[in-house]
């Protein structure tokens, strides 16, 4: 991946050995057990009238919702979620019916 840094007028490119590519599945528990916070990056085929929702929390079993985006009727889409992770906290992606395109994680 490559980034504009605005520090400088040339282009960086980040290490690549802080990013994984888990294969990871929705509507399951993952933990981020780094002492640092963790940014996760997911791209999901989305049905047609269907919802995408991130949640996290400090429970084994996360409930507290953190991203909601849904298709409209009739047309199915694909979202990119983009959120951060502290340390040692539970997260959860769920979409009924939906497809994971990419799943990757910086730490």
């Not at 991946?1 to 929705?26: C, E, G, K, R």
């Not at 979620?81 to 730490?107: D, I, Q």
Request: net charge neutral; charged share 5%; hydrophobic share 40%.
């Amino acid at each position: 991946m490559t980034v504009f840094n605005p520090a400088s007028p040339a282009i960086y490119t980040p290490p690549t050995n802080n990013v994984s590519y888990p294969a990871n599945a929705l509507a399951t528990d993952y933990r981020n057990n780094t002492a640092a916070p963790r940014m996760v990056i997911v791209s999901v085929q989305v049905p047609a009238a269907a919802q995408l929702t991130v949640y996290m929390d400090t429970t084994s079993t996360p409930t507290t919702l953190h991203i909601a985006c849904g298709s409209v009727a009739g047309l199915a889409t694909i979202f990119n979620v983009c959120f951060v992770v502290p340390s040692m906290w539970y997260y959860k992606l769920t979409c009924p019916a939906g497809t994971v395109s990419k799943w990757a994680e910086y730490s």
